[in-house]
C-alpha cells in the first residue's frame, strides 16, 4: 500500500509542474530575452571581479617570487664569502636556506602557472559570453519592435540575419588578413 502522503505529494507535484508549463508558456519572449539578458549581464560582471582577484593574485605571486630572486641571490654571495673565508659551517646553514627558497619558488612558480591558466580559461569565457550576450541583445531588440502585420512575418528572417556565425567571423578575418598582406 502506498501511503496518502505520498499519493498527494505527487499529485501536488505534478500540478505544479502543470502550472511551471502553462506559465511558461504565458510568457512573452520579449519578457523571458530581457531576464536572460539579465542573468548573462550579472555573470559577466561576477566573473570580471574574478578575473579582477585573479589579477590581484597573479601579481602578488610575480612580486613574491621576484624577492625570491633576489634572497637566492643574496644568499649566493653570502656563499661565496662563506667558502672564501673557510666557514664551512655558517655555508652549510646557508645551503639548507638556499635549498628551503628553492623549493618554496618551486611551488610558488607551480601556483603561479595554476592561476595563470585560471585566469586565461576565465578570460576566454568572458569573451565568449560577451559575444553571447551582444546576439541576445540584437535578438531582444528585434523582437522589442512593435509586432505590424508587416514586420510579423519578417521577424525570423531578421533575428536570422543578426545572428554572427564564427565561421562567418573565421572567413572574414582570414580575408580582412589576406588584403592586408597583399598591400
Known amino acids: 500500500e502506498i501511503p496518502v502522503m505520498t499519493i ?5 507535484r505534478l500540478f505544479q509542474a502543470d502550472i511551471h508549463a502553462v506559465l511558461d508558456r504565458m510568457e512573452e519572449p520579449e519578457v523571458l530575452l530581457r531576464q536572460a539578458v539579465r ?15 585573479l589579477d590581484q593574485e597573479h601579481k602578488r605571486l ?12 643574496g644568499i649566493e654571495e653570502q656563499l661565496d664569502l662563506c667558502f672564501e673565508s673557510g666557514k664551512e659551517d655558517l655555508a652549510r646553514s646557508l645551503v ?6 628553492r623549493q618554496f ?4 612558480a607551480a601556483q603561479r602557472k595554476t592561476m595563470e591558466q585560471s585566469r586565461n580559461d576565465l578570460s576566454a569565457r568572458l569573451d565568449e559570453n ?7 541583445r540584437q535578438k531582444a531588440e528585434v523582437l522589442s519592435v512593435e509586432n505590424t502585420p508587416s514586420q510579423a ?3 525570423r528572417d531578421i533575428t536570422m540575419e543578426c545572428t554572427v556565425r564564427e565561421e562567418d567571423v573565421d572567413i572574414a578575418f582570414l580575408r580582412e588578413q589576406q588584403k592586408r598582406r597583399h598591400q
Do not use: C, P
Request: aromatic share 0%; proline share 0%; charged share 50%.
Open 130 to 136: 560577451r559575444t553571447r550576450l551582444e546576439s541576445v
Open 105 to 108: 619558488r618551486k611551488h610558488l
Open 8 to 12: 498527494i505529494t505527487r499529485v501536488s
Open 39 to 53: 542573468e548573462m549581464e550579472e555573470d559577466l560582471a561576477s566573473d570580471e571581479r574574478r578575473l579582477r582577484i
Open 96 to 101: 639548507r636556506r638556499k635549498l628551503e627558497n
Open 62 to 73: 610575480d612580486d613574491r617570487l621576484s624577492d625570491l630572486d633576489q634572497t637566492l641571490n
Open 153 to 155: 512575418g519578417n521577424r
